[in-house]
DNA sequence: TTGGGTTTCTAGATCGTTCTAGTGGCACCA
DNA sequence: TGGTGCCACTAGAACGATCTAGAAACCCAA
């Protein structure tokens, strides 16, 4: 089979109509402006050859494009639930969204220009690592939102979570259950890793306890080897920069015969889908991520349509307690 | 800031530069038939103006799209390892990727159809889920690719791995090690769970054992269930439908008090990223995803660029033998 | 019947490119 | 001198839609 049928036109339609290009088009995009019945004749006509608009010469000619651009990296998996969560909210506001990976051998820029080549009206992107003069030069462009990361500069618009609130909830959490030596697994050169590290130093001050961090990472790797330098001098609780490392740490603890939570406590972040599976049951700092990008829509959409001043969006995370922490072992 | 500039176009470069559109037209995307001298005066003055050429308007005028589209599973994470291997297949071959994933609210056709949209030349399909008439329907606009599935009817190409060989590896490999009571935990209605339940029933009887399945699923919580079904009668190894279940299974076998491989020896099926984590080190059956991708752009390419018959190339697994299968417990 | 208002429909310009069919200039050679 | 071939360049028509301005059809009151 396969015919390598051209595919049809507004102008083939509008012939099997019997009536003008122009009201094919009125009647495709759902415009007043045509009467009941020659809507339908027109409908009619259009299924009948399986005519799809082509959104490119659309497009072109009214620059509105109706099309939110969406950067991740392919690498988090974590990423592919705020993917999930954008779709939902971006049709819910009648955009459509164009998606780019950030992958092995393609860095951020590439990934961005080729959102813009499809003709984003907005980009949106999560945990960017652009420098702000790149965000600002993208920003001169279209509007920008920043998820995950405020730190961003004047001209783009962010939202986030909170991540010292985070962080003060996770350290509260263990000091209430009676922790007092923590310890903070960190994110490394990650995005929010600093702001998460400082947090922690400052909660862990007003508590009157002395802060320990130790080098981490991202993903479970990065939790294993940190917790492996714990050596010795074990903590009671672990607060890990995200529930990958959170995963990393347990793994390790476990591998060296101790229980979580019973001899240590595990706090993870993102409180991604992993941590619900029920043999892991990792409690975690929930930045309710669905929500956050369904606000990065929201504020995008309200750019394009008019909003001038960019806004930083910054919403308070909640904690979620499941099975690794706990009191500590008794004496 | 952000002056809502009107971006340049190709006329402003031309005026910038003293020539006509045509000219910069043929000097921007590196054709021959302009001198040298002219073509760094035009260059210049496209980077002074930071022009960038619409691609929507390029790609309107000449049909050759040089795009392909790719859809998958944002719940799959293993999707996404494809999806990285993708971008580099493409990239080489010339060719740009537009990404489009099934989501909670997002049936598959809907994705597709956007693929569409964005005007792409031939759409590669990961594990697609429509029925054969969906997939000719599309093949009949578009050069249609399936990744990972192989039972998608006549007009469409399919790209995937010999099941069959895969489960005859792993049987082989398990009697090998001289396991006789072998269990599988399916997929359900995942794609391809079926022919890989049909070849563990072949290859169990050609060993003269019996092929006990128990019902699973592609998550770790399918494999978790799954496992507890287990009961008393233990196996001495299972055969997991992939990696994420057969995770599912040791940490059942796990919260049992088993040990992996000494009491159970678990196969899982992908070779997923995390099945290469250091404190899982799971055994697997690989697909070679990276090299299936890259067949699949291959593929695509080439039906773009004239090949008309489709074809369905099929690759032989390998096994990656790890930490999780050893020889059954003696007696 | 006329006239004004509304609704329905159409012609033609337009978006920013690429492509086709040239034009003009220069060098070479008979 | 003039023909031929080649190179650099250009004018103008596509591509497939939307948009603007205005024509045609219709309705109803005067």
Redesign the pocket.
């Known amino acids: 089979m396969t015919e390598q049928q051209?595919?049809?036109?507004?102008?083939?339609?509008?012939h099997a109509a019997?009536?003008?290009?122009?009201?094919?088009?009125?009647v495709?995009?759902g415009?007043?402006?045509?009467?009941?019945?020659?809507?339908q004749k027109v409908l009619e006509a259009a299924r009948e050859l399986g005519?799809?608009?082509?959104s490119?010469?659309?497009l072109?000619?009214?620059?509105?494009t109706r099309l939110l651009g969406l950067s991740f990296f392919s690498a988090h998996a974590f990423h592919a639930e705020i993917v999930d969560a954008a779709y939902a909210a971006a049709t819910s506001r009648g955009y459509d969204l164009a998606l780019s990976a950030v992958a092995s051998g393609r860095p951020e820029t590439l990934a961005v220009e080729s959102l813009l080549d499809f003709g984003s009206a907005a980009l949106i992107l999560i945990s960017p690592t652009l420098s702000h003069q790149d965000l600002a030069a993208y920003a001169g462009q279209v509007p920008v939102v920043s998820l995950l990361r405020d730190d961003v500069g004047d001209p783009v618009d962010s939202v986030s979570s909170d991540d010292h609130a985070g962080v003060r909830m996770a350290v509260d959490h263990l000091t209430g259950l009676g922790h007092r030596r923590i310890v903070h697994v960190d994110g490394g050169i990650a995005v929010s890793a600093e702001p998460r590290r400082a947090a922690f130093r400052a909660e862990m001050d007003r508590h009157g306890l002395a802060a320990r961090i130790i080098p981490g990472g991202p993903t479970e790797e990065d939790g294993l080897r940190a917790a492996r330098t714990l050596g010795e001098d074990l903590p009671t609780a672990v607060i890990a920069f995200n529930d990958r490392c959170a995963l990393g740490v347990i793994e390790s603890l476990r591998a060296d015969g101790l229980k979580v939570p019973d001899d240590v406590s595990v706090l993870g972040y993102d409180d991604s889908q992993f941590a619900r599976l029920s043999y892991l049951q990792l409690s975690s700092v929930s930045q309710d991520a669905p929500l956050l990008a369904a606000a990065a829509v929201d504020r995008a959409v309200d750019r394009i349509e008019g909003a001038q001043t960019p806004a930083h969006v910054v919403r308070t995370p909640h904690l979620v307690v499941r099975k690794t922490t706990a009191p500590p072992r008794a004496g």
Chains 1, 2 share one sequence.
């Open positions: 051209r595919r049809p036109t507004l102008m083939d339609v509008a019997g009536v003008s290009r122009a009201l094919v088009s009125i495709m995009r415009a007043p402006g045509a009467a009941e019945s020659t809507r005519y799809r608009p082509d490119r010469a659309r072109l000619r009214s620059s509105r």
